[in-house]
């Protein structure tokens, strides 16, 4: 088969959850014979001229094309149906005659690739990373910092939302208990309502196209049932033996606290250094290791920087090589995940369970779905540092916690499991064309 896939970022530049999913799609694809194709963008210019250019690239014996995006006078509608990316796809798939099409996410590169497989009668598969088909900031998060609980029936309420980034907006919003917006919307959010609304009406009407649309959580998947799409669940998978050498979880002098992943703000890495520092000072030593990419959200870096202060126990240790998970896991006792969003399901929990590391998790989202709380690790309400914080001292005072916890560790799901499954959907839908083609 030839399977063409499309996803906002690719490696080595990025590594967030969806683009090292796509890899470890891409390869186990090319290591069972079949042709596999990335598309990603890989810079965003805004002060450029509204084109499309594309480079062509190898990464890990994958074959990838980059796309670099000038984004000066774009359509309004760029972010979600950019016809300039239709317009390339619609190209590629010509010459590369893909059995399959398999949309992830939709960020960024938005539904140009959908578009060209529906023009051509190719399958389409998407696969729901966040909840970019629903929310225009992608995260169900709010710009005042407050979880969207589903995408409210007002279009122009997500139009707000968006201005809340903004510090005009977000001031007045904050001062008048939410008064500033309903105003806002009342008096000026027509336009916007109209915009928002067509960007739900395309993303609603291309993903009701699609022939499989895959989510690796339940609680994403049940998101989309007021639109009446059928969303399966298919978990992931992790191929267990990159982890075999780590050594086991023992109690130790101190204990070890890790946060891995982005540095970004949603992922509330703020919550956990408040919870931290909450701690009594007397008691079983703790410190706290974050890896990830401290030039990404520089500001953010910043606010950290101010709020660790100097503390000894607090290690900002930067990013590192995909390859290197399994050292960066055995420097730590303990997984946290402090996201303030509702997470979908996070790779790095699988990488912990595999490596036989318990997770402390925010109780939202899909988080529920993979920590087990009081057996395999422990959850906390999601934004409150204070309840984190009692998690965190009950490793300290609890004798035994932490091996109880260890010992009730169930690996996650095989990676061939899951990629057999996925490529018995494709089989079936390749199938299914070449019957439908025969039965014409």
Request: charged share 20%.
């Amino acid at each position: 088969m030839r399977i063409l896939l499309a996803v906002h970022h690719f490696p080595p530049r990025y590594s967030a959850g969806a683009e090292l999913y796509v890899m470890r799609l891409a390869r186990a694809l090319l290591r069972h014979g079949h042709q596999a194709e990335v598309v990603c963008v890989e810079t965003i210019e805004a002060t450029e001229p509204f084109r499309v250019d594309v480079e062509s690239d190898q990464y890990a014996g994958i074959p990838v094309w980059r796309l670099h995006l000038g984004l000066q006078d774009a359509p309004a509608q760029w972010s979600y149906d950019n016809l300039a990316i239709a317009a390339w796809f619609a190209q590629r798939v010509q010459i590369f005659q893909p059995d399959i099409v398999h949309l992830h996410s939709g960020y960024l590169i938005g539904i140009g690739a959908l578009r060209a497989a529906y023009a051509q009668g190719i399958p389409t598969v998407v696969t729901l990373h966040d909840y970019w088909f629903l929310c225009p900031r992608i995260t169900l998060l709010r710009g005042d910092g407050s979880l969207c609980p589903q995408p409210p029936a007002d279009p122009a309420e997500c139009a707000w939302c968006l201005h809340l980034d903004q510090r005009r907006y977000r001031w007045p919003a904050r001062f008048s208990a939410g008064l500033a917006g309903k105003v806002w919307i009342a008096l000026a959010g027509q336009t916007e309502r109209t915009r928002q609304q067509a960007r739900r009406d395309t993303l609603r009407a291309a993903l009701a196209q699609a022939d499989l649309v895959i989510s690796p959580s339940q609680f994403l998947a049940n998101l989309f049932k007021e639109w009446h799409i059928p969303v399966q669940t298919i978990r992931l998978g992790l191929p267990h033996e990159s982890f075999a050498s780590i050594p086991p979880v023992q109690a130790g002098s101190t204990i070890r606290l890790g946060y891995i992943g982005q540095i970004a703000p949603h992922k509330g890495i703020h919550l956990l250094i408040r919870a931290l520092k909450r701690l009594p000072p007397n008691g079983k030593p703790i410190e706290l290791r974050i890896f990830g990419n401290l030039d990404q959200h520089p500001a953010y870096t910043r606010s950290l920087h101010h709020l660790i202060g100097g503390d000894p126990r607090i290690h900002l240790a930067g990013k590192f090589s995909h390859d290197q998970l399994p050292n960066v896991l055995e420097q730590i006792d303990v997984l946290v995940v402090p996201s303030i969003w509702y997470e979908n399901s996070p790779i790095v929990v699988l990488e912990a369970r595999a490596a036989g590391r318990p997770v402390i998790a925010s109780r939202s989202g899909g988080l529920v779905e993979l920590v087990q709380d009081e057996v395999d690790g422990l959850l906390f309400t999601t934004g409150d540092s204070r309840d984190l914080a009692r998690q965190l001292q009950r490793l300290r005072t609890e004798a035994g916690l932490l091996e109880r916890l260890r010992d009730g560790i169930q690996p996650p799901p095989l990676l061939d499991e899951e990629m057999q499954i996925i490529f018995q959907h494709y089989t079936a839908l390749v199938e299914r064309r070449t019957a439908s083609r025969g039965i014409g």
